[in-house]
């Protein structure tokens, strides 16, 4: 199983803004066997990836068995969920300038869903390149019901 995940936010950083996140699920013959997107208000780029990521986690994360790889095109989550997090969470969720991270909550309960022994295979897949199933994710995250 394959799942391509992205964010977005329109007019990041700035007050009433709109974002979201998009999913596209795959079988192991690149079919879609499911799509869904979520769409918040108020929220950062940053913060629709890792919603994305966690959303595919809780859904389609394993205790055993094959892992599902998950594609995301934000080195900042892929990052914060496949390294910084180990270290923040050792330092009591502080980082090295002794900062609380941003989206703390959202890391806290991909590492809470981590520690009970669930898993996936997240990978940074580069963005906008072409990529069908990052594009159709990407697609979905923009998409507003």
């Known amino acids: 199983m394959e799942i391509y995940v992205d964010g977005s936010c329109s007019s990041n950083g700035k007050a009433n803004n709109t974002g979201g996140f998009g999913v596209v699920v795959l079988d192991d013959n690149e079919n879609i066997i499911s799509t869904y997107n979520e769409v918040s208000e108020n929220t950062t780029n940053n ?52 900062k609380t991270p941003e989206n703390l909550d959202l890391i806290q309960a991909f590492y809470k869903h981590w520690q009970n022994g669930y898993r996936i295979d997240l990978k940074k897949v580069k963005g906008h390149s072409g990529q069908k199933f990052n594009e159709l994710a990407d697609k979905l995250a923009v998409r507003r019901n």
């Open 47 to 98: 913060r629709e990836e890792l919603k994305g990521i966690l959303y595919a986690f809780l859904k389609y994360g394993v205790k055993e068995g094959t892992i599902p790889t998950v594609y995301s095109d934000s080195a900042y989550s892929v990052n914060t969920l496949t390294q910084w997090m180990f270290g923040w969470a050792m330092k009591g969720w502080l980082k090295s300038d002794n």
